[in-house]
């Protein structure tokens, strides 16, 4: 289920989206690893802008995250001006990462054994780079402009390099989903969540409607289901909300939305099974856990919120585990957590772990990048 400048956004948006170029070189993960994939998290200066790098985990057989290399985006970034987007395609080979103070974005090739190869760039995007979406078909880039208030529209040509296509209109742009059947993107916004038909060409028009009026006004992050069917919404001050998406992309509320969450919760992950939600509040340091039901409706579970270690970047559960990772921007420590069939919960053993960088830069952004067959096989 992870972006721009300090003088363009408030002081109110950059602790929404908040929450020397020295490279720690080419370091091996030896030794067997999980098959749930590869973990890459980029890393920038907390403030004053620098030079941004992506950090490579291998997981142990039992999900602890091993660090490996460190590789330099070749742009700028600050983490606690804005989120920085890193997402890779459909197929897991490329890595797409946002540079959020050179307003360019950064792609490398994921080889076979999880390592990274830049792509030589990176590639100007016209404004101010946030979060970050592909298109199901791998064709496409869909990015975040929060300075200048745009989606752009990125081309992926077969060797990774970028070019643009359009820019649109899109309020304050935070988290962007695309439909898995690559025909609707849905972007969060603070004037309500905007959506927008897809042609083939990956052009965007707003469907009729849009913007969709949300409860509250500071909408962040939306996690979308595998059918597409459902939309949540999380708002920084009224919580979670889920709506049905109609097929034209008009949105429409679910009985009893939005469900509450402990104060100013500004991260979302939609379970891997899709029967839990999980919003971090970092300010409480806890994470709420609500079982999806049925229709839509979010039942808050026993024992929730639960306390931990949260400062979060990003809170991810990657296919195939019953793992919460939360990536800590300000702990620049990764936790892990055992989800219970009731989804509970509880932290594994020799959590957490820490992000090590020469450079003392904090996690601003995280992925899990898994391939085929291959992928993990140990040197």
Do not use: C, W
């Amino acid at each position: 289920m992870i972006r721009s400048k300090v003088t363009l956004v408030s002081a109110t948006v950059l602790a929404a989206l908040a929450a020397f170029s020295v490279a720690a070189g080419n370091v091996a993960i030896d030794g067997p690893v999980s098959a749930s994939g590869r973990l890459y998290v980029v890393v920038s200066p907390e403030a004053a802008p620098g030079p941004t790098a992506v950090t490579v985990f291998g997981l142990d057989a039992d999900g602890r995250p091993r660090q490996g290399e460190t590789i330099e985006t070749g742009g700028l970034g600050a983490a606690f001006s804005s989120p920085q987007g890193i997402a890779t395609n459909p197929r897991g080979d490329l890595l797409f990462v946002a540079n959020n103070h050179s307003d360019d974005v950064s792609v490398f090739h994921i080889l076979t054994d999880g390592s990274l190869d830049p792509v030589p760039g990176p590639f100007p995007v016209g404004g101010t780079p946030a979060y970050l979406a592909v298109d199901p078909s791998g064709e496409f880039l869909y990015v975040g402009d929060i300075a200048n208030g745009r989606v752009r529209v990125l081309r992926i040509d077969d060797t990774g390099e970028l070019s643009a296509v359009q820019a649109v209109p899109a309020g304050l742009p935070a988290e962007i989903e695309v439909h898995p059947s690559g025909d609707l993107l849905f972007v969060a916004s603070f004037t309500g969540i905007r959506v927008f038909a897809v042609a083939e060409n990956g052009t965007l028009t707003e469907v009729a409607g849009s913007p969709f009026a949300v409860p509250g006004n500071r909408t962040l992050h939306l996690e979308l289901d595998s059918y597409g069917d459902r939309l949540f919404g999380l708002d920084l001050d009224r919580g979670i909300a889920a709506y049905d998406v109609e097929p034209s992309g008009a949105l429409e509320l679910v009985d009893g939305s939005p469900a509450f969450v402990s104060s100013f919760a500004s991260t979302l992950e939609l379970g891997e099974r899709e029967d839990f939600l999980f919003a971090s509040s970092p300010f409480d340091a806890t994470v709420d856990v609500f079982r999806v039901l049925g229709r839509g409706q979010l039942h808050e579970i026993s024992g929730s919120p639960f306390s931990g270690d949260f400062v979060p970047a990003e809170l991810l559960n990657p296919r195939g585990t019953s793992r919460l990772y939360e990536i800590g921007a300000g702990t620049r420590r990764i936790s892990v957590f055992e989800i219970g069939s009731n989804g509970r919960l509880t932290e594994a053993p020799n959590s957490p772990v820490d992000v090590a960088d020469v450079a003392a830069r904090v996690p601003n952004g995280a992925v899990f990048a898994s391939r085929p067959v291959g992928f993990l096989t140990p040197p």
